[in-house]
Nanobody
């Protein structure tokens, strides 16, 4: 079993910053890509940023230049640094990881429980 636990969400004024953390634990052999998604009320879940096991990154156009994703492969940790936050960034942010469990021959996607980010104008 694999668990993803997020932390770091909260309330911030427009223009402020927040940092989200997600730690993966459990029966992990290898973690491939890790990423952050978000879902605002009435909207579909959308990709925010993703980072591969070797550090290649990809961002949604709406956050490019404001958000930075990074990871620590030793700690199974992925971090999303969010700067210059806007009210439209308000959403529940979910951590995602593509993980191969010990003894498995394939990888699967796992999700965290989500953390609320609210940006006030």
């Amino acid at each position: 079993q694999v668990q993803l636990v997020e932390s770091g969400g909260g309330l911030v004024q427009a223009g402020g910053s927040l940092r989200l953390f997600c730690v993966a634990s459990g029966s992990i052999s290898r973690i491939n890509a890790m990423g952050w998604y978000r879902q605002a009320p009435g909207n579909q879940r959308e990709l925010v940023a993703v980072i591969t096991s070797v550090g290649s990154t990809n961002y949604a156009e709406s956050v490019e230049g404001r958000f930075t994703i990074s990871r620590d492969n030793v700690k199974n940790l992925v971090i999303l640094q969010m700067n210059s936050l806007k009210p439209e960034d308000t959403a529940v942010y979910y951590c995602n990881a593509n993980v191969r469990q010990i003894g498995w021959s394939f990888s699967a996607d796992y999700w965290g429980q989500g953390t609320q980010v609210t940006v006030s104008s």
